[in-house]
């Protein structure tokens, strides 16, 4: 038989399809990598209108307040003063299920929060889960297609299914980390009041001085941290499908706040090099003993939406959206998600999706961007371009606010594999779980092993050997039980 070669839509050959274009082994990504590029935008326009990810989930208005000014680590308008209050949209959600998938599945809960200050929208767009399976984002494609129902049954339980499912996991040791939040009871949860929330990726943080750190995002729900185990999970699926989406809206209409506290851990950009792991990789966590969490404010989300599919449905997030004092990170994913969430809106819901009322800063628009579907928000008179004379050389560019920061990035140019230790820190999860946590999570793993293909299955259990030896044989022992 001959050999299939991989292809780009062009058709032409593509040599590795598993590693992003970068600057040396922990640079940014390259605009150039158009490998990246077509296969991120076209998987981005694989659904039509439903989310391709978090396309069922609930939502609620509220505002933010700090707890004092973070004026030293960062010049971000909405962080500077206690006094200021900044109104915010959160969206809770689950990543893998469709629109009519039950709220208490085994899934990432998506966790975005829209702050509407005033020097434009900041959306810090993460999960409940503090990790993330893989660390490149030209894998993220084809870890969403593991994730969904297969391509010729559409059906999502079953040896099939499953299998799809740890073959993609089997083939990236990254994911050992995550999968152990997986499939903790952290997996399963039944109310979005309960879970926390992180930003997962690395940002930066930059005061007026120009000076830069690290910044790694935790959102700390006040009512504690609740989750539910599988067997309660299964039945809430049928009897309650919505039970997470209608208890967040029946709390908030009874007059109770749902509240989080905002919680950072920071680290010095110059001592990135010094730690035993990459702090840029979205696989790990930094841990709390090294990098303490600090307080910063207080989120209170008090408002149901209007209308669900006005204010929730047609919510859209992006990464993108920074504001002055806070920036991107060579973080991969983050990188890789600069471009792929706002994207997939255009094509969603429409180039002109910042207009409508829950996407819209609350700050004036002012640019020279014109036409496109749904427009209704326009500049006035004929000089539709930048520069100008003839309508006043308007609107101006926006003066920097405090020094500029200058940053100098030198690298080989390749498509390589980061260096890391995938098993330590699932281990160290592991080794400090409680007995009934072990169990939990032990009988998780088996329970979905257990209809899995044989070579993927003794894959999978390798690894899980790898990570800690008890743990593999603990699930080796119940899958022979089953």
Same mark, same amino acid.
């Not at 040599?15 to 040396?24: F, M, N, R």
């Not at 990432?108 to 200050?117: E, L, P």
């Not at 009871?185 to 930066?204: A, E, L, M, P, W």
């Given at each position: ?25 922990? %640079? ?189 995002? #935790? ?77 910063? %404010? ?7 939406? %209007? ?39 255009? #094509? ?53 606010? %405090? ?80």
């Amino acid at each position: 038989m001959d050999k299939r070669y991989l292809t780009t839509n062009q058709g032409a050959p593509v040599p590795d399809d598993q590693h992003s274009l970068t600057v040396g082994e922990r %640079g940014p990504m390259l605009f150039e990598d158009i490998i990246f590029l077509e296969k991120i935008a076209h998987f981005d326009r694989e659904r039509i209108p439903e989310r391709v990810l978090h396309a069922k989930g609930a939502g609620a208005f509220g505002f933010f307040v700090p707890y004092k000014t973070m004026a030293a680590y960062t010049k971000a308008d909405f962080l500077q003063s206690p006094e200021k209050k900044t109104p915010v949209f959160v969206r809770f959600s689950l990543a893998g299920d469709s629109l009519g998938g039950a709220d208490t599945v085994r899934d990432i809960r998506g966790f975005a929060v829209k702050f509407y200050t005033d020097q434009g929208n900041y959306d810090l767009v993460g999960n409940h889960i503090p990790v993330f399976p893989i660390r490149d984002p030209l894998q993220f494609p084809d870890l969403v297609h593991a994730l969904k129902p297969d391509p010729v049954t559409n059906v999502r339980g079953g040896i099939i299914a499953a299998s799809r499912f740890w073959d993609f996991m089997s083939l990236r040791p990254e994911s050992m980390n995550f999968l152990t939040y997986l499939f903790s009871d952290t997996g399963t949860v039944k109310s979005y009041r309960t879970i926390q929330g992180f930003g997962v990726n690395t940002y930066k943080w930059v005061n007026l001085r120009g000076e830069e750190v690290y910044v790694k995002y #935790h959102w700390e729900p006040c009512a504690g941290v609740a989750t539910i185990d599988s067997k309660t999970a299964a039945r809430l699926a049928g009897a309650d499908p919505d039970v997470a989406r209608r208890d967040l809206f029946d709390t908030i209409e009874a007059g109770h706040a749902v509240e989080f506290e905002l919680r950072v851990q920071l680290l010095k950009v110059e001592e990135e090099c010094n730690l035993p792991f990459d702090p840029l990789d979205p696989t790990h966590i930094w841990p709390e003993e090294m990098f303490p969490l600090m307080p910063v %404010g207080r989120m209170v989300l008090n408002q149901n939406p %209007g209308n669900f599919f006005v204010d929730v449905e047609q919510a859209a997030f992006a990464p993108a959206a920074l504001v002055p004092g806070i920036e991107f990170s060579n973080d991969r994913i983050l990188q890789g998600r600069i471009f792929a969430y706002g994207d997939t809106q255009r #094509h969603r819901i429409g180039v002109n999706y910042l207009q409508l009322p829950t996407n819209m800063p609350r700050r004036p628009i002012d640019n020279k961007m014109q036409a496109g579907a749904m427009q209704r928000l326009y500049s006035e008179g004929v000089a539709n371009y930048l520069p100008n004379t003839i309508g006043g050389g308007t609107p101006v560019e926006t003066p920097e606010t %405090g020094r500029e920061v200058c940053r100098f990035i030198s690298g080989t140019i390749a498509r390589k594999e980061p260096a890391g230790d995938d098993f330590y820190q699932a281990r160290c999860r592991y080794r400090n779980m409680s007995a009934i946590e072990k169990e939990h999570l032990v009988a998780n793993f088996a329970e979905a092993l257990s209809p899995v293909y044989e070579p993927i299955k003794r894959r999978m259990l390798d690894l899980f050997m790898r990570t800690d030896k008890e743990l593999g044989s603990r699930i080796a022992q119940n899958l022979q039980s089953m």
